[in-house]
Structures are given as structure tokens and as C-alpha cells.
């Protein structure tokens, strides 16, 4: 038999993932854990290890494919084992020794089988006679059982048409396993509804998703319907990528969960454009970028600390706040995939040099598809940066169960009444989202205005003041 190497968890929550390369060819020999394909989904791109050594015999996927999780992807040449050989020798010498038993014995079974032939001919007969009479028997059970089919069948329409009036669904016909079916009942999750908005097999995670409101028909549901645009000219379908399909997944369930709340701020950052030219050589040094990215970063990383309900979840189900003793920032970067939200773990304990140096890292990482699903977990608050693009200001979607974003545009010069006179000063517009349910309008206030005085004084971030 050959041995099959199958696509395994990619991520938490990943089940499907698209085949971005074949790393192998049939016939290379290759050896365990060595990457066989990259696959991309939405939470991360990555290769696929062997699961054993061996030659390559068939590889049953192509690149663009959509593979599950536990799909046999490629077969590879059962290696040869020396106990198999021994045993294939043990049981050739048993047989021969039979054979040459039986040989011996022959003779003095001839008679004995002259004398049984007779016999065994008339039995035979009488066997096919029987089974002639079964093979009628079974033949008429078959349409018996045929005929109940269909009129059960026809049963079954008319409960559904009449179950589907009432409201209520049996789940007759719906592609579910019994564990699937168990936990939709544990989570009074009607499969029927369920059914209506996936096609194929249903999932746990499907009836997980749809008892939390994350479900497609949730995210159906919020679109409007669509016209035939054909009729006006023509037009070209493309489908979505995995990173697009998750990204309007979920800001349709973060926008629909969250109540949003939006505030803005101006900040002066004249001085601290200063600083940044100043240290530019630094960050370079350590292999980054010193940006206003990287610096306020380490900002929103001191002001989560001062702010801990921006560095927490809410738990409506339990009715719980959860509060986080570590600092862990998302930071949007624009692919030509779609937007990627790499993270800087424990960003309350780097300097703005470590950071600015992973920064640039993790960036041209998330641009050449090699960011791994550790690079994408565990963010607290998020900040995205649309600055280098344009915009005077814009609203975040809040990133749930994140509860809190910060959105930066683009600065520009504007006079400012200083010393009884106006001067022309570098300004950065601000934006904040916040989850409602957990942070009131004064503590976004106070936040948000504890940024825009730490970016005008640095050393406040630096010094946690």
C-alpha cells in the first residue's frame, strides 16, 4: 500500500485552505517534514510537511485547488520493509510444505472421491436449486422494499411541506453527521435554516458559527440583491481569494456584534518628526524603519497598560470582562491579496527600535504570503495606518473580540495659534473605534487624548507618565 500524506490543522478554526504551490514532483524523493505544497488561507500561508520519507508516486491535487483539512493531497512508494520479505519467505515454504501433504495423500483419496462424486454432483444440483429459489425470493423482497421506498418517500415530502408550514424542520435530508446533528439540537441551532445557506456537508464549526450569529446567513443576510448587470454592459465575475472571503466575513460580524462608538483627535507632530529623522539611523542599523507606525506603536503599547479595558474582551455569554496582563499589537497591512494583520507580541516590553526593526519584518512577510498563523494571533487592539495613501480621516471597523482600533491618516501643515501668533505646524488626524459595551465615551476621550499628548511629547510614552 502506499503511504498517504494528508492536509493537516493549519490554524484554529481552519478548515479549508487553497494550494498556492506544489513544492514536489512525482518520482523526487523526499524525506520527513520537508514542505510537499504552500497553502494560503485566511489566517496565514504556509507549507505542508511530509508526515514520512519516500519516493513520490501520484500527487492528487493542483495548484489553485481547495483542499479540507484530512484530504489525501499525495501518495507516496511504500518503502520496502526486510520483515515483510521474511515473512512473504515463511508463509512460500509453509505452502510448499501443504502442497507436498496433500501430494502424499492424493492417492489414498482417490477412491474416497470416486465414491463422493456422485454425491457432490447431486447436492450441487440441489444447492443451485435452492439458490435459484432465494435469488426469486430476494428479487421480490427488493421491489417490496422498493415500492415502501418511494411511498415513504413521498411521505417524507408531505411532512416536510407540512413541517415547513408549522415552522419546524425533522432535519430530514440535510447533509449533517450525527455529532453535528447532537450539537445543533445542544444549541437549538434549526439545521434547515442551517441548510439553506451552505451547500454540501454541515459542519460543527458551521453550527458553532451560526448559534453565535457569525453564521453566511448572517453575512447573506446584510447584503442587499443584486440586480442583472449584464443587462447594461458587459461585465467580468472573478472569484474572491480566501483573505477576501474572511476579511468580509468578518467585519460583517464585528460590525453587526459590536455597537461602534467613533472619536477623533489631532495631533502636532512637527517635533516628533524631528526625532524620528534623528534616530533613523538607529532603526536602520537594527534592520527597520523608524516610522510614525513604529512609534506609535509603542505608544498605543504604554496607553493599553494605563487603559486596561483597551487591552480587554468582552464575554457576553458569561457576562465577563476579560483583562489581559499582556500587550499584543495588530498592525493592517495592505497585500495585493487584501489586508493582512500581523502581530507585535508583547510590544509594552520593546524598545521603538526592536519594534520599528520588526515591523519592517513582519511586513515584507504578510506582502510575500510567508506570514506563518502564530505571525496572526493574539492581537489585543489594532492600529491601521492609511496615511501613506491619503484621507483627512476614516472609521476602523473594531476587529472583534478586540475592543478597540486606531486609524491614522495623513498629516499636513496647518497654522497654529502659538505665542500670540499662528505657525505652520505638521498635524496628524487621529481616529479611534471602540466596542460601546465595555468603554463609555469619557474613557475613549481620555485614551485617545493621552495618545495625541504622547505623540507630542515622546518621552511621556517612554517614561509611562
Given at each position: 500500500?502506499?503511504?498517504?500524506?494528508?492536509?493537516?490543522?493549519?490554524?484554529?478554526?481552519?478548515?479549508?485552505?487553497?494550494?498556492?504551490?506544489?513544492?514536489?514532483?512525482?518520482?523526487?524523493?523526499?524525506?520527513?517534514?520537508?514542505?510537499?505544497?504552500?497553502?494560503?488561507?485566511?489566517?496565514?500561508?504556509?507549507?505542508?510537511?511530509?508526515?514520512?520519507a519516500g519516493t513520490v508516486k501520484e500527487i492528487k491535487i493542483s495548484e489553485g485547488d481547495e483542499v479540507e483539512v484530512g484530504q489525501v493531497i499525495i501518495l507516496l512508494e511504500e518503502s520496502e520493509d526486510s520483515d515483510d520479505e521474511t515473512e512473504d519467505t515463511e508463509e512460500s515454504s509453509e505452502e510448499q510444505e501443504e502442497k507436498t501433504s496433500e501430494e502424499e495423500n492424493e492417492d489414498e483419496g482417490d477412491d474416497a472421491?470416486?465414491?463422493?462424486?456422485?454425491?457432490?454432483?447431486?447436492?450441487?444440483?440441489?444447492?443451485?436449486?435452492?439458490?435459484?429459489d432465494e435469488s426469486d425470493e430476494e428479487e421480490e423482497k427488493e421491489t417490496s422494499k422498493k415500492d415502501e421506498s418511494e411511498d415513504e418517500s413521498s411521505k417524507e415530502n408531505e411532512d416536510k411541506k407540512s413541517n415547513k408550514s408549522s415552522g419546524k424542520s425533522t432535519g430530514a435530508g440535510i447533509q449533517a453527521s450525527p455529532g453535528t446533528r447532537r450539537l445543533a439540537r445542544e444549541l437549538g441551532v434549526d439545521l434547515s435554516e442551517l441548510a439553506e445557506e451552505i451547500s454540501g456537508k454541515i459542519s460543527e464549526k458551521d453550527v458553532k458559527e451560526f448559534a453565535k450569529g457569525g453564521s453566511q446567513k448572517s453575512t447573506k443576510s446584510a447584503s442587499v440583491s443584486l440586480p442583472d448587470f449584464e443587462k447594461f454592459g458587459n461585465v467580468k465575475r472573478e472569484p474572491l481569494n480566501n483573505i477576501r472571503k474572511a476579511t468580509a466575513k468578518n467585519v460583517t460580524a464585528s460590525w453587526q456584534s459590536v455597537p461602534h462608538v467613533f472619536q477623533f483627535d489631532e495631533a502636532d507632530i512637527t517635533d516628533i518628526q524631528q526625532y524620528l529623522e534623528a534616530n533613523q539611523d538607529k532603526a536602520e542599523k537594527a534592520g527597520g524603519k523608524l516610522t510614525i507606525t513604529a512609534l506609535l506603536t509603542k505608544i498605543v503599547a504604554s496607553a493599553l497598560v494605563r487603559f486596561p479595558k483597551f487591552n480587554a474582551s468582552i464575554d457576553m455569554e458569561n457576562q465577563e470582562m476579560i483583562l489581559k496582563n499582556y500587550v499584543n499589537i495588530g498592525i493592517a497591512v495592505a497585500t495585493e491579496k487584501g489586508l493582512l494583520v500581523p502581530v507585535i507580541k508583547d510590544a509594552d516590553k520593546k524598545s521603538i527600535i526592536e519594534i520599528a526593526a520588526e515591523l519592517t519584518n513582519i511586513a515584507e512577510k504578510a506582502r510575500d504570503g510567508k506570514l506563518s498563523k502564530e505571525d496572526m494571533e493574539g492581537a489585543n487592539f489594532s492600529i491601521s495606518n492609511l496615511g501613506g495613501i491619503g484621507g483627512t480621516n476614516f472609521t476602523p471597523i473594531v476587529p472583534a473580540p478586540q475592543s478597540g482600533i486606531l486609524g491614522i491618516?495623513?498629516?499636513?501643515?496647518?497654522p497654529v495659534?502659538?505665542?500670540?501668533?499662528?505657525?505652520?505646524?505638521?498635524?496628524?488626524?487621529?481616529?479611534?473605534?471602540?466596542?460601546?459595551?465595555?468603554?463609555?465615551?469619557?474613557?475613549?476621550a481620555a485614551f485617545i487624548n493621552w495618545i495625541t499628548q504622547a505623540l507630542e511629547d515622546p518621552y511621556k510614552a517612554l517614561l509611562g507618565v
Open positions: 500500500m502506499a503511504i498517504e500524506i494528508k492536509v493537516p490543522q493549519i490554524a484554529d478554526g481552519v478548515e479549508t485552505a487553497t494550494v498556492s504551490e506544489i513544492l514536489v514532483a512525482e518520482g523526487d524523493k523526499i524525506e520527513k517534514d520537508q514542505g510537499v505544497i504552500a497553502v494560503e488561507s485566511d489566517k496565514a500561508s504556509v507549507e505542508v510537511p511530509s508526515s514520512d472421491e470416486e465414491k463422493d462424486g456422485k454425491k457432490k454432483k447431486k447436492v450441487k444440483e440441489e444447492k443451485a436449486k435452492d439458490n435459484k491618516s495623513r498629516s499636513a501643515k496647518k495659534y502659538i505665542d500670540d501668533e499662528f505657525k505652520p505646524r505638521e498635524i496628524l488626524p487621529l481616529s479611534l473605534s471602540y466596542d460601546h459595551r465595555l468603554i463609555d465615551g469619557a474613557d475613549g
